[in-house]
């Protein structure tokens, strides 16, 4: 198969399950001004960046508290309800994993994630999980995409050559990253073309 790939790697929020800070604080933060202020000055998609990079939750909310002590109870509640952050998977993409899967398709996943939110993740959806081979957690490894050194740390443990993948991920710096080492990669915007361009690499 030198020159054709044959698996496929999946980047995991907002490519299989849509997530994002606003779909846990939406429930908790009544006012419309009230949750965009939080969400732009507070828990904000940059300080959560500190779990995938391997940073435990302690720290981070302790230091956030002390800086938004009015919003301590809040700032509290974004760990053991991390998984309410997730609204739902993306259209189409788990029933692309399954028929992948069904063909014989190697699937594997590099996931921006804490390592701590990772695990309960995981368990609450099983059906999906238990198709990939293996999965590697940037908190876990305390490295994150698009760092080069994440790639090629899954591709060992992987046991792939670049040329042998398709990778998936709905961030072009992140696809930018995979494509530098070699690795074919599909900037993600929905199911339909994502199945298209699997098609044109003979995957599905």
Not at 10 to 24: A, E, Q, S
Not at 162 to 190: C, M, P, T, Y
Request: charged share 25%; proline share 5%; hydrophobic share 50%.
């Amino acid at each position: 198969m030198a020159g054709r790939p044959h698996a496929v790697i999946f980047d995991i929020g907002n490519v299989l399950f849509h997530w994002h800070p606003r779909f846990l604080y939406e429930r908790l933060i009544g006012d419309d001004r009230a949750l965009e202020a939080f969400l732009k000055d507070v828990v904000t998609v940059e300080w959560h960046f500190q779990h995938d990079a391997g940073r435990d939750f302690a720290d981070t909310s302790a230091e956030l508290s002390a800086r938004f002590p009015e919003h301590a109870k809040l700032i509290a509640a974004w760990g053991p309800r991390f998984n309410d952050s997730v609204d739902r998977p993306v259209a189409g993409m788990h029933e692309l994993v399954a028929e992948l899967d069904s063909a014989g398709v190697p699937l594997f996943a590099i996931t921006n994630f804490s390592h701590e939110f990772f695990p309960p993740f995981r368990a609450a959806w099983p059906a999906l999980f238990d198709r990939f081979r293996d999965v590697v957690v940037s908190g876990d490894e305390r490295l994150v995409k698009p760092d080069a050194a994440i790639y090629r740390l899954a591709l060992d443990r992987f046991g792939l050559r670049a040329e042998d993948a398709v990778f998936i991920d709905d961030s072009a710096a992140n696809v930018a990253g995979a494509q530098a080492l070699g690795i074919r990669s599909i900037h993600f915007k929905d199911a339909a073309s994502t199945r298209a361009e699997l098609a044109a690499a003979n995957l599905i």
